[in-house]
């Protein structure tokens, strides 16, 4: 069964614009983390963010954590042609990385 | 990611047949995973290893097995393939610590006609 479930399941956006993507999850956790899927190819880690963090910053990404609401946010800003990608939360109930993914976002950026 | 191989890239097989998905890494990580991935579904995890003597089935085992021959490889097997084993594969590595990330390779596209 999917821990986290992503909306929207696409996003469509003008480079130079933000794109925000959601994560909701069902159980408690020790992280959570957020890969990029570009076509047909191996998923990349992009961040992790413990359970007792907040927000974090990686470059143009910014991910929020809100353990009351057990959902997540991750936003690009600036985005590039280049950010046209799948993007996936995951997550880490005990730290072992054992983790359990959602569904999936699927962000175009157009130029 | 390089470091994580997967052989084959594609692979078409028909009902029944046995087939080996084989994956090694040169990162020197001890914990090894095997997903698929459906459209709409994400990845789901199949099988992982902890180190060379610990095999665990994850959430969708049946139909599957595994063999992890070395630290640096671990194998997926289909005994007898069924065409809802067509899916996207893939194997991922961790260096185990608390918090590490997994890192991935680039998947295999296995078809079952």
């Known amino acids: 069964s999917q821990q986290g479930e992503e909306d929207p399941q696409a996003l469509s956006i003008q480079e130079g614009e933000n794109a925000t993507m959601n994560c909701s999850y069902k159980t408690s956790i020790n992280n959570l983390q957020w890969y990029r899927q570009n076509s047909g190819r191996g998923l990349v880690h992009l961040i992790l963010?413990?359970?007792?963090?907040r927000e974090k910053h990686s470059g143009r990404l910014r991910v929020t954590l809100d353990t009351s609401k057990k959902s997540s946010s991750l936003l690009i800003t600036a985005s590039r042609a280049a950010d046209t990608a799948s993007y996936f939360c995951?997550?880490?109930?005990?730290?072992?990385?054992?983790?359990?993914f959602g569904t999936g976002t699927r962000l175009l950026v157009s130029p | 990611d390089a470091d994580v191989t997967q052989t084959p890239r594609n692979r078409i097989t028909k009902t029944g047949k046995r087939i080996m998905l084989e994956c090694s890494q040169t990162k020197g990580h001890d914990r090894m995973y095997w997903y698929r991935q459906d459209p709409g579904l994400g990845l789901r995890l199949i099988y992982y290893s902890f180190d060379v003597k610990d095999i665990n089935k994850g959430e969708i085992s049946d139909g599957y097995s595994v063999s992890r021959q070395a630290q640096a490889k671990f194998s997926l097997s289909l005994e007898s393939a069924i065409p809802n084993q067509t899916a996207l594969y893939f194997c991922?590595?961790?260096?185990?610590?608390?918090?590490?990330?997994?890192?991935f390779g680039n998947g295999t596209r296995l078809t079952v006609t």
């Open positions: 991922a590595t961790s260096e185990g610590t608390v918090n590490s990330p997994l890192h």
């Open positions: 995951a997550t880490d109930a005990r730290g072992f990385q054992k983790l359990v």
């Open positions: 963010i413990r359970s007792n963090e």
